[in-house]
Protein backbone atom coordinates (compact mmCIF):
# COMPACT_ATOMS: atom_id res chain seq x y z
CA UNK A 1 0.00 0.00 0.00
CA UNK A 2 1.47 3.30 -0.62
CA UNK A 3 2.37 5.52 2.41
CA UNK A 4 0.11 9.05 2.20
CA UNK A 5 2.34 12.47 2.51
CA UNK A 6 1.35 13.44 6.15
CA UNK A 7 -1.09 16.33 6.34
CA UNK A 8 0.43 19.53 6.46
CA UNK A 9 0.09 20.86 9.80
CA UNK A 10 -2.44 23.61 10.75
CA UNK A 11 -1.24 27.22 10.39
CA UNK A 12 -2.92 28.36 13.60
CA UNK A 13 -0.02 26.65 15.33
CA UNK A 14 2.59 28.84 14.36
CA UNK A 15 1.17 31.50 17.48
CA UNK A 16 2.27 28.86 19.74
CA UNK A 17 6.10 29.08 18.18
CA UNK A 18 6.67 32.35 16.27
CA UNK A 19 8.27 34.84 18.49
CA UNK A 20 8.24 38.98 17.83
CA UNK A 21 11.14 39.64 15.41
CA UNK A 22 11.28 43.08 14.24
CA UNK A 23 14.94 44.21 12.00
CA UNK A 24 15.91 47.75 11.75
CA UNK A 25 15.11 47.68 7.96
CA UNK A 26 13.10 45.71 5.40
CA UNK A 27 17.17 43.97 4.07
CA UNK A 28 17.97 43.47 7.72
CA UNK A 29 14.52 41.83 8.35
CA UNK A 30 14.74 39.67 5.88
CA UNK A 31 17.92 38.28 7.02
CA UNK A 32 17.05 37.98 10.78
CA UNK A 33 14.02 36.07 9.64
CA UNK A 34 15.45 34.35 7.01
CA UNK A 35 17.75 33.33 10.21
CA UNK A 36 15.26 32.84 12.35
CA UNK A 37 13.19 30.40 10.67
CA UNK A 38 15.93 27.72 9.38
CA UNK A 39 17.14 27.47 12.79
CA UNK A 40 13.44 26.51 13.77
CA UNK A 41 13.41 23.96 10.59
CA UNK A 42 16.87 22.53 11.43
CA UNK A 43 16.27 22.48 15.11
CA UNK A 44 13.14 20.39 14.14
CA UNK A 45 10.60 22.99 16.01
CA UNK A 46 9.22 23.72 12.42
CA UNK A 47 8.80 19.73 11.52
CA UNK A 48 8.41 18.72 7.93
CA UNK A 49 4.93 19.25 6.59
CA UNK A 50 4.65 22.21 8.76
CA UNK A 51 2.68 25.04 5.99
CA UNK A 52 4.31 28.48 6.58
CA UNK A 53 1.90 31.05 5.51
CA UNK A 54 3.43 34.76 4.67
CA UNK A 55 0.14 36.26 6.28
CA UNK A 56 0.39 34.47 9.26
CA UNK A 57 4.24 34.49 9.58
CA UNK A 58 4.10 38.62 8.81
CA UNK A 59 1.75 38.51 11.85
CA UNK A 60 3.62 36.49 14.43
CA UNK A 61 6.94 37.97 13.74
CA UNK A 62 5.31 41.77 14.16
CA UNK A 63 6.93 42.63 10.46
CA UNK A 64 5.17 43.17 6.62
CA UNK A 65 5.12 40.60 4.45
CA UNK A 66 7.69 41.88 2.41
CA UNK A 67 10.53 40.68 4.67
CA UNK A 68 8.87 37.13 5.24
CA UNK A 69 8.23 37.00 1.19
CA UNK A 70 12.26 37.34 0.81
CA UNK A 71 13.08 35.15 3.94
CA UNK A 72 10.59 32.07 2.45
CA UNK A 73 12.65 33.05 -0.83
CA UNK A 74 16.06 32.25 0.71
CA UNK A 75 14.45 29.10 2.34
CA UNK A 76 13.16 27.59 -1.03
CA UNK A 77 16.94 28.31 -2.52
CA UNK A 78 18.02 26.21 0.31
CA UNK A 79 15.58 23.40 0.04
CA UNK A 80 14.40 23.86 3.45
CA UNK A 81 10.65 24.85 1.91
CA UNK A 82 8.43 24.56 -1.30
CA UNK A 83 6.23 27.30 -2.11
CA UNK A 84 2.44 25.97 -2.00
CA UNK A 85 -0.74 27.88 -3.44
CA UNK A 86 -2.34 31.23 -1.79
CA UNK A 87 1.44 32.56 -0.58
CA UNK A 88 2.53 29.90 1.40
CA UNK A 89 5.00 27.11 1.46
CA UNK A 90 5.84 24.01 3.24
CA UNK A 91 8.82 22.81 5.28
CA UNK A 92 10.44 19.64 3.79
CA UNK A 93 11.25 16.74 5.09
CA UNK A 94 14.05 14.01 4.37
CA UNK A 95 14.52 13.23 0.56
CA UNK A 96 17.20 10.50 -0.52
CA UNK A 97 17.16 11.48 -3.76
CA UNK A 98 18.57 15.55 -3.23
CA UNK A 99 20.94 13.74 -0.36
CA UNK A 100 22.16 12.17 -3.12
CA UNK A 101 22.24 14.88 -5.65
CA UNK A 102 23.70 17.23 -2.96
CA UNK A 103 26.89 15.50 -2.43
CA UNK A 104 27.10 14.25 -6.05
CA UNK A 105 27.66 17.90 -7.15
CA UNK A 106 29.99 19.11 -4.16
CA UNK A 107 31.78 16.09 -4.50
CA UNK A 108 32.94 16.52 -8.04
CA UNK A 109 32.68 20.56 -8.37
CA UNK A 110 34.38 21.35 -4.90
CA UNK A 111 36.77 18.45 -5.82
CA UNK A 112 37.55 20.47 -9.56
CA UNK A 113 37.29 23.38 -7.36
CA UNK A 114 40.55 22.41 -4.62
CA UNK A 115 42.83 21.80 -7.62
CA UNK A 116 42.69 25.16 -8.50
CA UNK A 117 42.82 26.91 -4.97
CA UNK A 118 44.80 24.37 -3.21
CA UNK A 119 47.85 25.54 -5.77
CA UNK A 120 47.58 28.70 -5.03
CA UNK A 121 46.89 29.15 -1.49
CA UNK A 122 48.83 32.25 0.45
CA UNK A 123 49.68 30.96 3.70
CA UNK A 124 47.16 33.50 5.15
CA UNK A 125 44.72 31.32 3.32
CA UNK A 126 46.28 28.71 5.53
CA UNK A 127 46.48 30.60 8.63
CA UNK A 128 42.32 31.09 8.15
CA UNK A 129 41.72 26.98 7.83
CA UNK A 130 44.39 26.53 10.89
CA UNK A 131 41.74 29.19 12.75
CA UNK A 132 38.06 27.72 11.23
CA UNK A 133 40.16 24.11 12.15
CA UNK A 134 40.83 25.34 16.25
CA UNK A 135 37.27 27.02 16.25
CA UNK A 136 35.44 23.80 14.77
CA UNK A 137 36.92 21.72 17.70
CA UNK A 138 35.80 24.31 20.40
CA UNK A 139 31.95 24.31 18.66
CA UNK A 140 32.20 20.29 19.18
CA UNK A 141 33.74 20.48 22.35
CA UNK A 142 31.08 23.05 23.57
CA UNK A 143 28.12 21.17 21.74
CA UNK A 144 27.33 24.52 19.75
CA UNK A 145 26.03 22.74 16.51
CA UNK A 146 24.63 26.47 14.89
CA UNK A 147 28.84 27.68 15.40
CA UNK A 148 29.53 24.58 13.96
CA UNK A 149 27.67 24.46 10.65
CA UNK A 150 28.96 28.14 10.51
CA UNK A 151 32.34 27.21 10.98
CA UNK A 152 31.96 24.27 9.33
CA UNK A 153 30.91 26.21 5.47
CA UNK A 154 33.17 28.62 5.82
CA UNK A 155 36.14 25.67 6.37
CA UNK A 156 34.88 24.12 3.08
CA UNK A 157 34.80 27.98 1.81
CA UNK A 158 38.51 28.05 1.93
CA UNK A 159 39.02 24.94 0.30
CA UNK A 160 37.52 26.24 -2.95
CA UNK A 161 38.25 30.02 -2.70
CA UNK A 162 39.99 30.73 -5.72
CA UNK A 163 37.68 29.02 -8.30
CA UNK A 164 35.51 30.73 -11.05
CA UNK A 165 33.08 33.05 -8.87
CA UNK A 166 29.76 31.94 -10.35
CA UNK A 167 30.81 27.84 -9.07
CA UNK A 168 31.53 29.54 -6.01
CA UNK A 169 28.19 30.82 -5.45
CA UNK A 170 26.80 27.30 -6.37
CA UNK A 171 28.85 25.43 -4.40
CA UNK A 172 27.70 27.82 -1.27
CA UNK A 173 24.21 27.35 -1.86
CA UNK A 174 25.18 23.53 -2.10
CA UNK A 175 27.00 23.50 1.21
CA UNK A 176 24.12 25.17 2.84
CA UNK A 177 21.18 22.79 1.22
CA UNK A 178 23.36 19.65 2.90
CA UNK A 179 23.66 21.52 6.33
CA UNK A 180 19.59 20.30 7.14
CA UNK A 181 21.26 16.97 6.71
CA UNK A 182 24.26 17.03 8.97
CA UNK A 183 21.60 18.93 11.27
CA UNK A 184 19.57 15.41 11.05
CA UNK A 185 22.76 13.38 11.79
CA UNK A 186 23.37 15.25 14.84
CA UNK A 187 19.68 15.15 16.06
CA UNK A 188 20.03 11.35 15.60
CA UNK A 189 22.87 10.87 17.51
CA UNK A 190 25.18 9.81 14.82
CA UNK A 191 28.47 10.88 16.30
CA UNK A 192 30.92 8.66 14.57
CA UNK A 193 30.02 10.79 11.42
CA UNK A 194 31.08 14.16 13.55
CA UNK A 195 34.66 11.99 15.26
CA UNK A 196 35.91 11.24 11.68
CA UNK A 197 34.96 14.73 11.07
CA UNK A 198 37.77 15.94 13.03
CA UNK A 199 40.15 13.30 11.83
CA UNK A 200 39.49 14.26 7.87
CA UNK A 201 39.26 18.14 8.82
CA UNK A 202 42.80 18.41 10.17
CA UNK A 203 44.31 15.73 6.99
CA UNK A 204 42.66 18.55 4.48
CA UNK A 205 44.16 21.47 6.70
CA UNK A 206 47.75 19.06 6.55
CA UNK A 207 47.25 18.69 2.68
CA UNK A 208 46.61 22.54 2.12
CA UNK A 209 49.06 23.19 3.97
CA UNK A 210 51.75 21.45 1.89
CA UNK A 211 49.99 22.10 -1.01
CA UNK A 212 48.83 19.26 -2.37
CA UNK A 213 46.05 19.29 -4.73
CA UNK A 214 45.80 15.93 -5.48
CA UNK A 215 45.17 14.45 -1.67
CA UNK A 216 42.95 17.40 -0.96
CA UNK A 217 40.51 15.99 -3.60
CA UNK A 218 41.04 12.46 -2.42
CA UNK A 219 40.28 13.25 1.22
CA UNK A 220 37.67 15.96 0.18
CA UNK A 221 36.10 13.02 -1.90
CA UNK A 222 36.25 10.48 0.79
CA UNK A 223 35.36 12.91 3.42
CA UNK A 224 31.97 13.82 1.46
CA UNK A 225 30.77 10.29 0.47
CA UNK A 226 31.14 8.95 3.81
CA UNK A 227 29.19 11.65 5.45
CA UNK A 228 26.14 11.35 2.36
CA UNK A 229 26.55 7.27 2.65
CA UNK A 230 26.00 7.15 6.48
CA UNK A 231 23.16 9.63 6.84
CA UNK A 232 21.61 7.64 4.09
CA UNK A 233 22.38 4.83 5.88
CA UNK A 234 20.39 6.24 9.03
CA UNK A 235 17.27 7.55 7.47
CA UNK A 236 16.70 5.56 4.29
CA UNK A 237 18.47 2.29 4.78
CA UNK A 238 16.85 0.58 1.51
CA UNK A 239 18.23 3.33 -0.84
CA UNK A 240 21.27 2.51 -2.78
CA UNK A 241 23.26 5.53 -3.91
CA UNK A 242 24.95 4.51 -6.90
CA UNK A 243 25.47 7.58 -8.46
CA UNK A 244 27.28 8.69 -5.08
CA UNK A 245 29.40 5.73 -4.91
CA UNK A 246 30.38 6.29 -9.33
CA UNK A 247 31.14 9.99 -8.51
CA UNK A 248 33.61 9.32 -5.87
CA UNK A 249 34.99 6.27 -7.55
CA UNK A 250 35.53 8.95 -10.63
CA UNK A 251 36.96 11.77 -8.35
CA UNK A 252 39.50 9.33 -6.84
CA UNK A 253 40.89 8.10 -9.88
CA UNK A 254 41.12 11.60 -11.16
CA UNK A 255 43.05 12.59 -8.03
CA UNK A 256 45.03 9.75 -9.04
CA UNK A 257 46.30 11.10 -12.32
CA UNK A 258 46.93 14.89 -10.82
CA UNK A 259 50.44 14.63 -9.77
CA UNK A 260 51.03 13.36 -13.52
CA UNK A 261 49.21 16.08 -15.61
Request: charged fraction near 30%.
Amino acid sequence: MARQRPRPRKAPTLKKILRPLAGDSHRRASVDIHRYLRDLILSNVLPPETILSQVEVADCLKVSRTPVREALRMLMEEGLVKAEPNYRCRVLGFDPRELEALYVSRIANEGIAATVTVQSMTDKDVEILAELLRQLRKDEKQHNLRRWLKNHRAFHQMLFCRANPLLQKRMTVDNQRSERYVYNAAQAGLTEIFRRAAIEHEELYQACKRRQPATVVALLTDHLAAAAIDIMAEFAPNWEPTTLRNAARLMRSGAAHLDDA
